[in-house]
């Protein structure tokens, strides 16, 4: 029973590793000019983005919903600004951006 209880145990730690965002540092390519940038996670990668972008946002949520905004006026694709996780996914599913 006891082993039973360390393997189980052991088991849901690693089940939580799979939910992490990133282990390692990421290089992220955008599709649109085709900046490569490393970033530890999603919220580093959408400061750099407003960092790098010619609005010029107070905030990550703040410039988050302007770029999805302007992606449903440019292109009609329905990009989420909920979070930076979401944010991230969709601008991935839409090919904004390609992690190297």
């Given amino acids: ?18 939910k ?10 955008f599709s649109d000019n085709g900046t490569v940038v490393t970033v530890d996670n999603y919220l580093e990668m959408v400061t750099v983005m ?13 410039y988050m919903l302007n770029y999805a ?3 449903v006026i440019a292109s009609d694709k329905d990009i989420r600004a909920t ?11 839409h090919k904004h951006i390609s992690i190297l």
């Fill in 1 to 18: 029973m006891k082993a039973y209880r360390i393997i189980s145990a052991i088991g849901q730690w690693i089940w939580q590793l799979n």
């Fill in 20 to 29: 992490l965002p990133y282990l390692y540092r990421m290089t992220v390519k």
């Fill in 50 to 62: 407003r960092e790098m972008s010619f609005t010029r946002e107070d905030n990550n949520s703040e």
């Fill in 69 to 71: 905004r302007r992606a």
């Fill in 83 to 93: 979070n930076e996780m979401d944010f991230f996914e969709d601008l991935l599913k």
